[in-house]
């Protein structure tokens, strides 16, 4: 749920950003071009790529980290550098071509991409192929369905989409949104949130959040949005590049991700391997959540599609679509905003 906090924060400084990616301009890479020339017998120079996560390493970063550990991204030429995010969000570097790659969610990355704001980012591919959010509560206390969530304490980070998303499903359950307690709260620790009854109910995405509650024995009900409503099955996360440097350096950006894609699908085919090349990065996380996440997750990348990243242009536009119509955003969106396929391997 962090991503939410990220939409006011994207905005107000989008236009900095801007500013920023002009400078940026001229420093674009160009060595996959100029290696092609190289005659000197020479060591090809590889295509520097700085990719900016959206949070702290987890595992929907797995196969990032796979395509760096099994030498995916070095065999196509590339020396990618992972760095952490700045507390504006992954848009921010990437629109100014601070980093040319990075992860962030169809919903939050909406004033980057519309309005007189917008910053030359978009996605290029989805790292999980269906929204996995929703909502998590104790076993027993009624919020198995939207409905319950009635007199319930919601933990809530009082954004338009969040509370416009929150109010649809209770409705269409036959509830009464305006009966439900939206508490102020940061939640960073969902099982001792829902233990000490601070809230009754959070939004998580269950492939860390959901499997961290089964990892703690804990008992939940959840209901997931996708489930309620298809337009809620928009995509979260997805990878953004900066649109400028892409059309540069086309090869560059269809060779990044062709190894991503092998990083991704070694983690489908290989969970428990895959598991343990993210703890190798990220030696703080928890070894057990890690692996069950991964276990889960290994479903979820790919799903039920053949083609790797792949952005289904009804899902997304349906989503924009109804922000629109919610009026949860000014601008007009149009259609096909903020996303293309064109680099994705086959």
Known sequence: MKKF????????TAALALGIAAGCAANKTENSNSSNNDTSGKPAEKTKITFVLDWTPNTNHTGLYVAQ?????SEAGLEVEIVQPPEDGAEMLVGANKAQFGV???DSMLPAVVGDNKMPIEAVAALVQHNTSGIISLKGKGMDKPKGMEGKKYATWDLPIEKATLKQVIEADGGDFSKVQ????????????????????????????????EVAGLETDYFAFKDIDSVFDYYTPVVIGNTDWMKANPEAAKAFLSALKKGYEFAVDNPDEAA?????????????LVKASQKYLSKEYKAEVAQWGYIAPERWNAFYRWVSDNKLFT????????????????
């Open 331 to 346: 601008a007009d969106i149009p259609d096909n905003t903020g996303f293309s396929n064109e680099y994705l391997p086959e």
């Open 182 to 213: 939206l508490i102020p709260s940061t939640v960073t620790d969902e099982v001792s949130a829902l233990q000490s009854g601070a809230v009754d109910a959070i939004w998580i995405f269950y492939g860390w959040a959901g499997v961290a509650t």
């Open 69 to 73: 550990d099994k030498g995916y991204f």
């Open 5 to 12: 906090k990220k939409i006011i924060a994207v905005l107000l």
């Open 104 to 106: 962030s969610f169809q």
């Open 276 to 288: 343990e090349i993210l703890l190798k990065n990220a030696p703080e996380l928890d070894e057990k």
